[in-house]
Every structure is written in C-alpha cells, then in structure tokens.
C-alpha cells in the first residue's frame, strides 16, 4: 500500500506550522515549491545537516521542486540563531569554497541535476534602500529580542549588530523571491522561518508552510552535532570510520538516528522503539543494524556489512592484549535471568564494588567489544554477553566463556 504524503513528509518532524497547512498545500494539486537555504558557512556536511536535506529528499520524490538557497549574500551577515557572540563575515572566496563543497556533498542526499539551486546575492545584491526600508519596517526590535539567543545576549549585556537583526530579514526575503510554497530548517530555525511569512504577506503573497525538523544529537549523546565539539559522523567519511563513530552513540539514540538518519518508516521507528523498551531487541544489534544501514546510504550496498567486519577485527581482535583471561559469566552477576552490569564488573575482578562499577560507566571507562556501556544499571540477557571482551578502563580486560 502507498504511503500517504502527508504521512510521509511529516513523519520525524519537529513542528509544522501552521497546524494543517501542509495538507492545503499539497491540496493545490502541482508541485510544491520546497525552499531549503544555506549559508556557506563551512565546508564540511555531517548526518546532522543531512537531517534536513533528507526531507527535501522525501518532497523530491514526491514530485515536488527542491529550492536550494545557497546564501552567498546573507553569508557575509551570518546566521546569528544559536549563537553567544557576533559571528565573523566570510569573504566571497571562502564563500565560493565552501558552497562547492557543499553541493558535492549535497549530491549525497539529494537530486542535484532536478533542484534548483539559487545564490540570494540575485537579489539582495541589487536591493536598494527603499526596499531595504520597506523589509525593515516589517518587523519590531521587540519582534527580535522575542528570539531567544538575542534576548540572553541583551540581558547579558553581550553586543547585538543591527545587522543581526536584519538577518531574518533578509532571508525572509528569500522566500519572497522564490515564491516558497514550504520552507524547510532545523528546529533552531523556527524564528527565522516564520518571519518568512511575515514578509510574504507583506509583499502580496500566499505564506509559506514552515517544517522543522529536530537537532540531532551528536556521538556524545549530549550537544548538537558540531565539528567543534568533536562529535559528529561526516558525510564522506571512510565508511570503517562511519561505522564506528555510530557504534559510539548512546542506547538511547537509537531510534531517533533510524527515524532522522534512516529510510526507516514510522511503524519500523515504533516497532524497534517497542522492542528495545522490552527487551526483545538487543541494543548492540539494533546499533550495528542502524550503521550498516547508514554507511550503505552515503557508500553503496554492502559497504557496511564490510565495514562491521573491520570493526569486529579491530574491536574483538586487533587492540586486545594476546593473554586477554577467559571467565564464565559470574552466578552472583544474575538478577532474574538477566547480567547486571555492575555486578558483573564485580564478579570478573574489573570493579571492587558496585559503587565503583557504577562511577566507571558513567565516566565512560567501560567497554563491551570495544563500544562504550553508557547505563550504569544496564542488564543483560547471558548468551548475549558469551564470547565478548568486557573492558574497564585501557589495560583490563575479560573474556565471557561461550557456552
């Protein structure tokens, strides 16, 4: 049975706004026109810029019209959503660079040679200053102190440029240009893109539907993916490397990276949810199941069973000492026919007591095959422990007897 759109296209977003404007776009019957814009602001895309690009996937193959906003002018300003501080201009060079980049990437995800792709200096280039007082005059400094992160700046005492404040201005203004029936952005977008209304109803237009879609946490479980906290899984990526970073993410992202990073359908989301919040899906398995999949889609099939052969060599192999000890999974471990982590570390000499077994996985210093145990209170079933290192801290290991 098909997959009805709306479904489809609302399926992992974070809001759509407003409430049932989707289904009166898509009811107009023609292609949408879908805008997603960008700031060549870095080179380099990761799974979580892909988030969004997914999305307008999903509208392409819907037969829709990908709108590409490559912000070459409003990159000289700077997105200033999420930031503590004014954001350095880029010149039109490091522009160029990083928009070139950014399109080889972007092939990854979507279908180039069918988007059209749009450089906003086409207009905001050659605005003159009635125009440019006529945006103005559409929004109020209480509008902009509205936002979040200018609100704590000001509160702070922190400066705020005026051209801060003509940011959402301006790309508002794009939607204008390219006539957006549905604007697309991550969920720290949402000001930005409803301002995007605002002009449009101004200029005589029929206002855009916003969806966002969540942030995605990066390998750390904790902040937003970003090269500069360290913690994120890059398009191009080895695919070993690929693999192995995902192998890295907390249990508890799982499903959120299936149904963000994944063709992962929603009833496919709810059922591996389900499973792992029983216990009849094993977490590791669900994670090496997530990676294959995630490295096949940026490095072709079967790039990920082999890149998990490499992972098993370096992790159950490779960086083990050759006179790793073998122990059967201790009795006093088993807790109602489950390994109690704690109490495992205890019974096989890693960890004195259970307080300390505790204090080192919530300090990250325990491993299973090499993949960081992140519940201090973790359970689980005894033949899947069988034959699999169990590491604390860089110089002790165990094996777990296989039956």
Known sequence: MTADPRTTLANGAAEVVPAGGLEEKLALARPLRVKFGVDPSRPDLTLGHAV????????????????????????????????????????PEEMATNAQSYFEQARLVLDMDSAEVRWNSEWLGSMDMPELLRLASSATVAQMLDR???????????PISIV?????????????????DVELGGRDQL????????????????????LTM??????????????????????TEPPD????????????????????????????????????????????????????????????TGAGATAEEGFNQVFRSHDLPDDVPEIPIPTEALRDGKVWLPKLLVGSGLAASNGEARRAVQQGGVRLDGEPLTDPEAE??????????LQLGRRRFVRLAAD
């Open 241 to 300: 490397q690929m693999f192995g970073k995902l192998m890295s993410i907390p249990d508890t992202l799982i499903t959120k990276y299936l149904l963000l990073c994944t063709s992962a359908d929603a009833a496919e989301v709810h059922r591996t949810t389900a499973g792992l919040e029983e216990g009849s899906l094993h977490p590791n398995q669900e994670k090496r199941r997530l990676a294959r999949e995630i490295v096949d889609l940026y490095h072709g």
């Open 191 to 210: 000001f930005n893109l409803l301002m995007g209304r605002e002009i449009q109803r101004a200029w005589g237009q029929a206002p855009q539907v916003v």
């Open 380 to 389: 689980f079933d005894p033949a899947d422990l069988h034959g699999r290192v």
């Open 52 to 91: 969004v690009l997914r999305k307008l996937r999903q509208f392409q193959d819907l037969g829709h019209v990908a709108v590409l906003i490559i912000g070459d002018f409003t990159g000289m300003v700077g997105d200033p959503s999420g930031r503590s501080e004014t954001r350095p201009m880029l010149n």
């Open 164 to 180: 801060e404040f003509l940011y959402p201005l301006l790309q508002a203004r794009d939607s204008v240009a390219v006539e957006a």
């Open 214 to 235: 969540p942030l995605l946490e990066g390998t750390d479980g904790v902040r937003k993916m970003s090269k500069s906290y360290d913690n994120y899984v890059g398009l």
């Open 148 to 158: 979040d992160d200018f609100q704590a700046r000001y509160s702070a005492g922190r």
